[in-house]
């Protein structure tokens, strides 16, 4: 069993250069410890490197959690992000686990994840859900949360698609592995999550996504072994729900009684509000916000495409 305290973050990790396999998530890391160093050096007590930094962060416990699964007996990874099939997924391999006794590892950090790539060389499967589609699924729950917990109503007019910590927003692209290419790729990020490393930050939470995530896409190039999936909101002719795509690819069986089939098609809930009942205004800002990300996606190769994006097109 892996723990945290077997974590070592190697400098390759956080350099960000062309051979230097990595995540997105781990610039995440670099611009919470440059936002730690600078405060604490401005203080006058910070003596520390970053790599340091960041390995107290993962030993602090909050560099767990990559919702990415490792099937040993297939050297098969897949992941799913919270609100984009991560529940689904669990119940799928929980199935599996069950049926056939095979089991699965759900307690890597990212850099345990980087490792283990780079030991077993895995298949990964990425799971990725239209970001717009996401965020609509995302402040529907949190605002049906905040209101069953403090009886507050949550606002559209209120959203700021530029702040906002809570780790089922989390940006989907940051656990991708791959690599920063171009002769300055990788200073140029540091040099981006630098000048914007915002010292009012707290160490224990993440980071806004604005200050770290979009800027990491433009030259970054996954790992040839990542095979992409996409969650498409609707059933339709030749493009399967992903769910019952990995039931069939795993030769899961797939649930038969109702309370079983409750997460085995995602996406299905009736109480979400339609993008006809979201202010265009809002719909705009999203958008607008999310430029970044569908550049990137619609230059990967998907295995159940074309995909399809919501929310002004």
């Known amino acids: 069993m892996q723990t945290l305290k077997d974590t070592i973050v190697k400098s390759n990790r956080i350099q960000f250069g062309p051979m230097d396999l990595t995540l997105p998530w781990c610039a995440r890391d670099l611009y919470m410890a440059l936002c730690t160093k600078i405060k604490d050096t401005n203080s006058g007590f910070d003596q520390r490197s970053i790599e340091d930094i960041i ?7 909050s560099g767990q959690g990559v919702s990415m699964f490792y099937l040993p007996e297939r050297n098969l990874l897949i992941h799913a992000n919270n609100k984009a099939g991560s529940s689904s ?3 799928m391999l929980e199935k599996l686990e069950k049926d056939t006794g095979e089991k699965y590892q759900n307690d890597l950090n990212p850099y345990k994840l980087l490792d283990l790539i780079e030991e077993k060389n895995p298949e990964i499967w990425y799971i990725y859900r239209d970001p717009f589609m996401r965020m609509v699924s995302y402040f529907y729950y949190i605002g049906r949360q905040n209101f069953m917990n403090s009886g507050v109503r949550w606002s559209w ?3 700021d698609m530029y ?9 989907q692209l940051a656990l991708i592995p791959g690599y920063y290419k171009g002769e300055n790729a990788g200073e ?8 914007n490393a915002d010292i009012d930050v707290s160490f224990t939470h993440d980071p806004p996504t604005d200050k770290w995530a979009y800027p990491c896409l433009e030259n970054f190039v996954p790992h040839k072994n990542v095979k992409f999936f996409w969650m498409h909101e609707k059933e339709v002719k030749n493009r399967p729900n992903v769910m019952k795509l990995l039931y069939n690819k795993l030769n899961i069986t797939p ?5 079983e089939k409750r997460r085995y098609i995602s996406n299905q809930n009736s109480l979400r509000p339609g993008l006809d009942e979201i202010p265009l205004d809002v719909r705009k800002k999203m958008w607008q916000a999310q430029q970044p990300e569908r550049d990137f996606l619609s230059r990967l190769r998907w295995e159940n495409g074309p995909i399809q994006f919501y929310g002004l097109s």
């Open 55 to 61: 390995q107290t962060h993962l030993n602090l416990g």
């Open 157 to 159: 007019e209120g959203l």
């Open 89 to 91: 997924l669990q119940d």
């Open 163 to 171: 702040h906002g910590r809570d780790h089922h927003r989390r940006i």
């Open 255 to 259: 649930p038969m009684s109702l309370d």
């Open 188 to 195: 140029s990020l540091k040099e981006h999550l630098l000048k």
